[in-house]
């Protein structure tokens, strides 16, 4: 397990060296939406109910970009989004979305920051004047951090689980849509399909959508002066 783990932080760390040999700033993207987090996992395999394991939950995104041109076309956008959310230890072992009212009787729970941090490379064009469309995606890292324990509970089962079989991988697909607002400001729309590696090798009984996350996010771009666009060597 830990090869694998080196093995792709070495990948990750070649893909953006290989990217960073010349690129402009464009400027920074300011963006916040909601993102519908998949919870498969409502019934053990006996058919009992999973107690409290909650509906796929709705959570606000919040982050930020910083979009960074290779060529007229192409952009590799690095970022950082937050969420929270409370998660609950079940007596398997999995880790299921929860509400605070849960409480510690049905398992550990507790309540979690996730860091979301993306590298994704995107191809843009403009189909009409002030309007770019974008598509694209790569490599993203969901690192969930149960640093609120709820009730007296212990959160140690919820970081194994969530650092254990490449349940922090996800890949995730982009599509963009911005306007011009003025020489300075874009403003748009961007939708994030983050699709989680672990259901395909977990010993869960679970969907391919478990844990998946899907975004809508509005988003801001504030544009730098073409005179003052920071190239990088």
Same mark, same amino acid.
């Given at each position: 397990?830990?090869? @694998?783990?080196?093995?792709?932080?070495?990948?990750? +760390?070649?893909?953006?060296?290989?990217?960073?040999? +010349?690129?402009?700033?464009?400027?920074?993207? #300011?963006?916040?939406?909601?993102?519908?987090?998949?919870?498969?996992?409502?019934?053990?395999?006996?058919?009992?109910?999973?107690?409290? %394991?909650?509906?796929?939950? &709705?959570?606000?995104? =919040?982050?930020?970009?910083?979009?960074?041109?290779?060529?007229?076309?192409?952009?590799?956008?690095?970022?950082?989004?937050?969420?929270?959310?409370?998660? &609950? +230890?079940? !007596?398997?072992?999995?880790?299921?979305? $929860?509400?605070? !009212?849960?409480? %510690?009787?049905?398992?550990?729970?507790?309540? $979690? =920051?996730?860091?979301?941090?993306?590298?994704?490379?995107?191809? !843009?064009?403009?189909?009409?004047?002030?309007?770019?469309?974008?598509?694209?995606?790569?490599?993203? =890292?969901?690192?969930?951090?149960?640093?609120?324990?709820?009730?007296?509970?212990?959160? %140690?089962?919820?970081?194994?689980?969530?650092?254990?079989?490449?349940?922090? &991988? /996800?890949?995730? #697909?982009?599509?963009?849509? *911005?306007?011009?607002?003025?020489?300075?400001?874009?403003?748009?729309?961007?939708? @994030?399909?983050?699709?989680?590696?672990?259901?395909?090798?977990?010993? /869960?009984?679970?969907?391919?959508?478990? !844990?998946?996350?899907?975004? =809508?996010?509005?988003?801001?771009?504030? *544009?730098?002066?073409?005179?003052?666009?920071?190239?990088?060597?």
């Amino acid at each position: 397990m830990k090869a @694998r783990r080196v093995a792709f932080l070495i990948l990750i +760390a070649l893909t953006v060296t290989h990217l960073a040999q +010349a690129f402009t700033v464009a400027g920074i993207d #300011a963006r916040g939406g909601v993102t519908w987090i998949g919870n498969g996992y409502k019934e053990y395999p006996d058919g009992t109910t999973v107690q409290g %394991s909650d509906v796929s939950p &709705l959570r606000p995104f =919040l982050g930020a970009a910083v979009p960074l041109q290779l060529s007229p076309a192409l952009v590799f956008t690095p970022a950082l989004d937050l969420f929270r959310q409370e998660y &609950l +230890a079940v !007596e398997d072992g999995k880790v299921v979305p $929860t509400q605070i !009212e849960t409480g %510690s009787a049905a398992g550990d729970l507790a309540a $979690t =920051l996730g860091v979301i941090l993306s590298l994704p490379l995107s191809y !843009e064009w403009s189909p009409a004047e002030r309007f770019t469309l974008g598509v694209g995606g790569g490599p993203t =890292l969901v690192l969930r951090l149960p640093i609120g324990p709820i009730d007296g509970s212990d959160a %140690s089962p919820l970081w194994d689980y969530f650092f254990s079989d490449l349940r922090f &991988l /996800y890949p995730e #697909a982009q599509f963009a849509l *911005r306007y011009e607002a003025s020489e300075r400001i874009e403003v748009g729309g961007l939708l @994030r399909v983050l699709w989680p590696v672990a259901p395909l090798i977990t010993d /869960y009984e679970v969907p391919l959508w478990d !844990e998946m996350k899907i975004a =809508l996010m509005a988003t801001v771009r504030f *544009r730098r002066d073409a005179g003052t666009d920071t190239e990088i060597r």
